[in-house]
């Protein structure tokens, strides 16, 4: 038997304890961490404006944007430009937007010290980020 439970915008602090409450209770527990389009769309709305153009171009590219296409007007600092990303991660577990242990939708690519070559974005969820930055943009 599976049993599917989906809570919407759950007061914070909320899923912690039900999913304590299933442990404690259930013989296995399996929290769902996949992307939806949904979920995907409340991660998209909640970056600011660079990191959401990260997300779109790598949506509209099949995954990957190289550190090129997001320098603007020649500059070569992309710094302060991948922190968003997991912020916003972290702050839909905390916010219970999520679980915990949603995989990042996309990584920067690099040999690591802040030197950024581009970014990432598993092929299995440019289809859905496509449909969150298209939400996104019909509502604004």
Known sequence: MRIIVTVEDPEPGFLDKFTALLAEHGAKV???????????????????????????????????????????????????????LKRTLDRGVRQGWWPEGMKAPIEPQGPGFGKVKGYIMPLDLVDVFSAAADNTEKEN
């Open 30 to 84: 399996e929290l769902d961490t996949e992307w939806t389009v949904e979920r995907a769309t409340r991660y998209y709305r909640e970056l600011p404006p660079r990191a959401q153009d990260i997300v779109r171009l790598a949506a509209v590219q099949d995954g990957l944007v190289k550190a090129d296409e997001l320098r603007k007007d020649g500059g070569d600092s992309l710094r302060g430009v991948s922190g968003p």
